[in-house]
Structures are given as C-alpha cells and as structure tokens.
C-alpha cells in the first residue's frame, strides 16, 4: 500500500528541443510527486511528452529547468558515477522489449549484472530466481526470437529486476501486446510491485491499462500535466474533457450512446435518457425498481457497466425515463439525493449535430 513518502519528485520541469528552426515544449512547467509504492499512471495521447517526463525522472533526458529528486537524492547534482549507481535504481521496460537477440534468455537477464559483485553462484541462483518470478524458467536457453510477445516483455521485466531496483518505469510496455497478453503482463507488473514493494510509472495511451494496476493517474495533453488524482477521483469525477474522453471509451458509454442514437431512441423515445455514475455502497440500492415504487416512474436500463477499482465499485447507467414529467423530476431529485451523479443525455442535440 503507497504511503505519502514520495520517492519521485518532480518540480517545475520543462523540456525543449531545438530542431533545426522549430522549438518544441515537449515537457512544460510539471511538477508531480510519485509516493513510494505507488502505481502510477500517466496517460495521453502520442505526443504529449510522457515519455520524454519519464526520461526526466533517471536522465536519460536532462530537463531545461527543474528539479528532479529521487529517493531524496538531487539527481542534477550526481556525477556520472553516481548517476550510474542511481540509475541502477531505476529498472526500466519498454514497448519493444529493446532485448539482445544473440543473447538467450538466461544471457540477456544475465547481462545487467555483468559488473556486480555477485560470485558466480550467487549470480546464477539471481537469474533462476528471476526467471522463476516471471514465469519462464522453462525458457531460458530460448533465444529472443523463439519466444512470443508476451514472453519476451516477461523477459524484459526480468532484466529490469536483475538489479534489484525500488523503481519501474514502464514505457507502453503493453502496446504492442493482444489484449490478453496485455492484461497477464499487466497482472504480473501487479503483482512484482505488491510482492516486491516497487514502485511503479507507466505510460500509456490506454485507460484500460491504467485500470487495471494503477492508484493513482496523471493526464498529459501538449507537455502539461491537465489533471492528477487517483484511480477513483478520476474515473469517479474526470474534469477535463481529455480524462472524461479517456474514461469514456474505457467505460464503454460512448460506444452505447453512438448505439442508442443510431437505433432510433430519439425518435421514439417521449421520455428523458440520463447518465448515471455512483460510487460505492449505493450501487446495491435496487435504483430502477425504486423509482418505479416511489414515483410510477420507468426506467428501462439501456447501458450499465460496472467496474471494481481499487476494491471500489463504480457503476455507469444509462436509462430511458418515462412517466408524468414532474414525477420524473422528482426521480431525478432522488437519484441526486442519493448521491448519484446524474448527467441528462439531450438527444435532439446529439441528433442535429
Ligand atoms: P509521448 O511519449 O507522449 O508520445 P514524447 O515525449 O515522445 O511524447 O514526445 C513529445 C514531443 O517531443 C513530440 O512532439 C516529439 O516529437 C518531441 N520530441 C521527443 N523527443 C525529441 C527529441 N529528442 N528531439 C526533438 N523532439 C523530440
């Protein structure tokens, strides 16, 4: 469980790059604190500077300005070799797995720990262990190339373990993974940061990956950091539009709404379509049957997802309303009461766009 001992420390940084005349900010004015056992997200779009953020965080990319502070230790003011020790701190996974194809898999988790002060079986019982943590210790004389996707990035993560680092960072690890690959790498990442109390960065462009292992999110667009809470503040209460977007099509909702506007609802349909969010213990509440016995009002349920995160249950609604119009209100006021977020859907809006 993360506590508030933040671990990464960001403030005010700024990256630009001068490419030929054009200058470009692909990092402005972030500041973010990671707290030690933390899995945290940060999402946006291709482009909004993420990686070149993470970068940030070991040096693999110098800002322009800020400060950057690890494990409480200045990073801008290490010398090289200190930075080298430093960074031995941050394991680091990437999209492409990034392995050596003429290394097996033994060779290639082997290969960090080329300089340690290991002794050979100390060195050799590490690997076995690590392959054994990912799962692959049937694979170890396999090269690269005769292993999937989902295998080399368990490779990948094994590498980034060999010297035992308290911080991941992991670079759309998931991105050039099938879905269920993704969620078994995503699981392991999970379970690697429970069991071995690392903390974890990810990026990604995917809301569903966020879901999945993340506490706590930050939002990218053009260089800045646009929103930040945890999974449930910003899956529960997105602000901007880019979360909402995100959360949207993780959800589901937005494919439904294209569904019911397509089926013809709006023509039909005399009543009003809401959009509701909850929380928590109010999703046992038997809503629909409710506002028929209080108000003679019908719901008919045209959407529901419900998601568990972080050990909390968030549910999404969409129902079709009808009945006398003041008794709909009324239903309405109910639902707000009972500390359901109510949005109504105009369809003769969406309809004319
Ligand atoms: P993301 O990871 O969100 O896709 P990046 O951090 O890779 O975004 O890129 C942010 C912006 O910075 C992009 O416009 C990209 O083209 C630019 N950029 C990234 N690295 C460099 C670099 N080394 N030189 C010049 N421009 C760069």
Redo the contacts with the bound molecule.
Sequence with gaps: MADSNPIIKLKDID?T???ENKT????KDISLEVNKGDVFGII????????????VINLL?RPTAGEVTVNGQDMLALNSKELRSARKNIGMIFQHFNLMNSLTVYGNIDFPLRDSKLSKKERKDKVEHLLDLVGLSDRANNYPSQLSGGQKQRVGIARALANDPEIWIS??ATSALDPKTTTEILDLLGRLNKQLGITVVI?T?EMDAIKQVCNRVAV?EN?QLIEEGSLLTIFGQPKQKLTKDFVDTSTQIKSALEEIEAGGLAKDFQGRLIELKFTGDVTNEPIVVGLYKRFNVSASIMFSNMERLSGTTIGIMLLALSGDDDKVAEAIKYLNDLKINVKEIDLSESESE
């Design positions: 990256v790059f001068h490419n470009i900010e692909a990092v946006g779009y291709s482009g909004a500077g993420k990686s070149t953020l993470v970068r990319q670079d759309e990026i462009h990218m260089g």
